[in-house]
């Protein structure tokens, strides 16, 4: 009997991944890299069961290549400069030139071989969370495999059994590498086409930074105190929209790796949760909602139809984290009187500026500010400034879309008479039922009283 070593060293004619599920290095596929920061055309698969292919919000799903019945795909972890939004880049780790790293797509039953090079300058491993794999392949350095050194190739092969959606990212130095930005997301379709089709199938990974202003490599030792809320590391309003034809069956698709839950509320529709990264929820199981909550280390995939057309806001429904670079130690100044303050404040610092008495929506007010950070909140609507930041787009639902058209239609053209409007009304104060037992103004200066008790004043 042929030793494989043998049987390798002589079938020269066939193709020894083929026969074994070895390969040698002179057989490492390329690995593309994507330099763009706006979401990629889907990929059409050209070999194999046919599938609608999934869209990455501000990414790209990665190529791959035939190598007899294997599925060959090659990652690199590498130092990646990535946009956040216009005005901001971040120093992060990803894979093939961007973080997260591409979304990789299979069908139920294929054999994948994936290929991961380090250019790192620390070791590394890749661990493909929620995917039913040997625990040889599972990736947690040092309990199921040697770390990957810098320059080193490791291979993982392993047959995808159940269709659904996963995530990759390191189990190695894990705190770091996670804070850096490497992760992904894996999508495998069903081998049956007519299980839980849809039309348009979006996915997006959330993570979190501290970048302070005017600086560009994150803090990774920060566990809660984050600045940047991003979905595939950009923010608001650096987030592709999300455009859909009106009555298409949309799946969207969220994994979550950062330190805490984030409650995703898409406006305008009612959805179900039809898939996490345990795999489909049965339909007996779902119910109606509008927003769900995404745990930390876990995938939730909601399908809608979008029958209602307009410009719908969909964002996380925590407010700090549809907010960008703010300072978290802000005193409320509501209801304080801003001319006594400023008074108070100009004697200690001539040149401060009292802001938040009436509240701090500043959507006009351009702060200056250091290079690369982004203001608190952005964005422009056609009717003003949207006040908004981090995790926070809009799914754009239009009539008549082509089906792989993924351009941004622009703003909603509102039929006439559907819009809130303003009415003529006397300033006189209405009626009220009960009568507050102090003005506003007896208020502020209770306030006030308050204020020269503080330190410094
Ligand atoms: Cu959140």
Redesign the pocket.
């Known amino acids: 009997m042929l030793s494989r070593r043998g049987f390798l060293g002589t079938a020269a004619l066939v193709s020894a991944s083929a026969v074994s599920g070895r390969v040698q290095a002179a057989s490492i596929p390329e690995a593309p890299i994507m330099d763009k920061v706006t979401m990629q055309p889907p990929l059409h698969p050209t070999s194999g069961p046919d599938y609608r292919p999934v869209v990455t919000l501000n990414g790209w799903s990665l190529p791959w290549r035939m190598n007899g019945d294997w599925k060959e795909f090659h990652l690199v972890a590498e130092p990646v400069v990535r946009e956040f939004a216009e005005g901001m880049k971040a120093h992060l780790w990803g894979y093939n030139g961007q973080s997260p790293g591409p979304t990789i797509e299979a069908v139920e039953g294929d054999k994948l071989r994936i290929f991961v090079t380090n250019k790192l300058p620390e070791h590394t491993t890749v661990h493909w969370h929620g995917v039913l794999l040997p625990s040889g392949m599972d990736g947690v350095g040092g309990l199921n495999q040697p770390h990957i050194k810098p320059g080193e190739t490791f291979v993982y092969e392993f047959e995808m059994k159940h269709s659904g959606t996963f995530m990759y990212h390191p189990h190695s130095d894990e705190m770091v590498q996670m804070a850096m930005g490497m992760m992904g997301m894996i999508v495998v379709h069903p081998r049956d086409p007519s299980f839980r089709p849809v039309d348009r199938d979006f996915v997006f990974i959330?993570s979190t930074y501290l970048i302070d202003p005017g600086t560009y490599l994150p803090k990774v030792n920060e566990m809660t105190d984050f600045n940047m809320?991003t979905w595939n590391s950009r923010v608001f309003p650096g987030i592709d929209p999300l455009p859909v034809r009106l009555n298409d069956k949309v799946r969207v698709r969220i994994g979550n790796l950062?330190m805490?839950?984030?409650?995703i509320h898409l406006h305008g529709h009612k959805f179900v949760v039809s898939c996490t990264d345990g795999g489909w929820v049965p339909e007996s199981a779902q119910w109606p909602e509008t927003t769900t909550d995404v745990p930390v280390g876990a995938i939730r995939a909601f399908d809608v139809l979008a029958d209602n057309p307009g410009d719908w806001a969909f964002h996380?429904?925590?407010s700090h984290?549809t907010m960008n670079a703010m300072g978290h130690d802000m005193r409320n100044m509501i209801g304080v009187s801003k001319k006594d303050l400023a008074k108070a404040v100009g004697r200690l610092a001539p040149d401060a500026m009292v802001m938040g008495s009436t509240g701090m929506a500043m959507g006009e007010m351009e702060m200056p500010a250091p290079d690369n950070t982004l203001p608190m909140m952005t964005g422009t609507g056609q009717f003003g400034p949207i006040e908004m930041g981090g995790?926070f787009t809009v799914m754009k639902i239009r009539e008549g879309l082509a089906r792989d058209d993924y351009k941004d239609p622009g703003p909603y053209d509102y039929p006439k008479g559907t819009v809130a409007y303003k009415v003529d009304a006397p300033p006189a104060e209405a009626p009220r039922q009960n009568k507050p037992k102090e003005s506003a103004k007896q208020t502020e200066m209770k306030a006030m009283k308050g204020m020269k008790g503080m330190k410094g004043m």
């Not at 805490?260 to 409650?263: A, V």
């Open positions: 959330m809320w950062t805490t839950n984030h409650p996380c429904h925590k984290h995790m």
